[in-house]
């Protein structure tokens, strides 16, 4: 009798040491487990966390891109009416030209007319009046000249600087329109990269 009972308590006493040893692995899984979902959770968070930079950083971007955009549209109206007035500009320098160029042609004729009668002897005295008109005209002709080359000069200063000017303003356009496209780029990629961060804090939220 003492025996059996021995036994059944020894018996019960080795249930509780294998149910306690059980119980102490599941505990210890358990807490590996905790340590785990901690760890995700962490993970997850991180993502978020890079997601919302990289938006963040999309939202800046594209105001860049949005501002560079505004200013090209600007200096591309800017460019097109300097273009215009340097246009109107050489077109009055061409203009002058040529008509300097009648003026010399003009004179040179006349004192080829005027050379020639000096040198007939013979008609002096009847070409003395057409000798005065001649010299004259000449002399018109050479003031026109001069008056024409000054504003001439005038007008290619006003030239260069209106070229000078439209340079500078399209350097500016093309300035801007690069850094358009390399925000827009940029932009890209950083989209890229907040679905790939989405995509992740969704597999560790799983």
Known sequence: MNRCL?????????SCLLLSDELDDKMLELRQIEKQIDLIQQKAKQADQKKKKTQNDINYSQRLKTEAESKAVTLQQKEEVIEDSLMAVVERVNRTEDRIDD??????????????????????????KDKYLLSLLISLAANRIT???????????TEEDRRHEFLQI??????????????????QTLSKEA???????????Q
């Not at 021995?6 to 080795?14: A, H, K, M, N, T």
């Not at 679905?195 to 939220?205: A, S, T």
């Open 6 to 14: 021995l036994l059944v308590i020894l018996l019960g006493l080795i």
């Open 103 to 128: 003026l010399k042609k003009l004179a040179n004729k006349e004192f080829l007319r005027l050379f020639y009668i000096d040198m007939q002897d013979k008609y002096v005295a009847r070409e003395a």
């Open 147 to 157: 008056s024409l080359s000054d504003y001439h000069r005038e007008l290619v200063m």
């Open 170 to 187: 399209r350097n500016k356009r093309v300035k801007e329109v690069k850094k358009s496209e390399q925000y827009k780029k940029k932009i």
């Open 195 to 205: 679905q790939k961060l989405e995509k992740e804090k969704q597999q560790y939220e």
